[in-house]
């Protein structure tokens, strides 16, 4: 293997590149993750075509002999060729759009649908983003720094906000990033649905110790929650 190669995977490997997004745990990450593998899945058939193409008329065209100065007249125009690949790319786009907005409307509506107020059957958690930690206020008022936790199978909404300058809310295993705005309410919400801890982290530079904000999400099953938030 090619030494930069292997490099790459070398590093890949010993920074413990996990690839979070690609290991979805929530309804929402899985839309997410379905729209990354849809466009990837459009970028890799263009990415063969095109390469087989250019190695067959590599192949075929190739110098030789006696064509060596034939070089064959310039085509004025064609114009079934334009209108394929004109045509084609239109296609290709379409298929990415079409879900790509639908999900984004859904998620978008999922968020925002409480914006008047009601939550449906979701339990809040109250976020704020401060340098350098955050805080999750529960529905009975108890609190924890750093330490996110979960029931499975419950629809949350987080309302989120910041002390001081621009947050983000990532975990990557659950959901998108959020922004986390100071004298701003952003919204959130996706639904686990498997237990287990899940890292997450600010996603917006703030500050000199920004790498720190980081947050341990537990998603335990509804009875082990309720344990935890009652205690003291
Ligand atoms: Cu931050």
């Known amino acids: 293997m090619n030494k930069r190669v292997l490099s790459f995977f070398v590093i ?3 920074t413990g590149c996990q690839m979070r997004v690609l290991n979805p745990k929530s309804d929402t990450a899985d ?8 466009s990837f899945g459009i970028m890799m058939l263009v990415l063969i075509i095109v390469f087989v ?3 067959y008329f590599l192949r075929k065209f190739r110098e030789k002999g006696e064509a060596k100065f034939n070089i064959p ?4 125009e064609n114009k079934w060729l334009e209108i394929t690949w004109t045509i084609v790319p239109v296609l290709l786009l379409a298929i990415l759009a079409v879900p790509t907005v639908k999900a984004t409307y859904d998620l978008t509506s999922k968020v925002s649908g409480s914006a008047g107020g009601s939550k449906g059957d979701a339990m809040i958690v109250e976020v704020v983003g401060q340098q350098y930690n955050w805080k999750f206020t529960y529905e009975n008022g108890k609190e924890s720094y750093d330490e996110l936790v979960l ?9 989120l906000t910041s002390n001081d300058v621009i947050h983000s ?3 990557p295993n659950l959901s998108g990033k959020i922004d986390v705005l ?5 919204k959130l919400s996706f639904k686990p649905r498997v237990e287990g801890a899940y890292q997450g982290k600010c996603a ?4 000199a110790e920004h790498t720190l904000m980081r947050f341990e999400t537990k998603v335990m099953s509804q009875e082990s929650f309720e344990n935890w938030v009652q205690e003291e």
């Open 12 to 14: 890949a490997f010993l």
């Open 31 to 38: 839309t997410l993750t379905n729209l990354i593998y849809l």
């Open 151 to 159: 029931p499975v199978d419950q629809e949350v909404q987080f309302r």
């Open 204 to 207: 917006e530079f703030c500050g």
């Open 53 to 55: 193409l250019f190695v």
């Open 182 to 186: 100071p004298g701003k309410v952003t």
């Open 73 to 76: 007249p310039d085509e004025k």
């Open 169 to 171: 809310f990532w975990i």
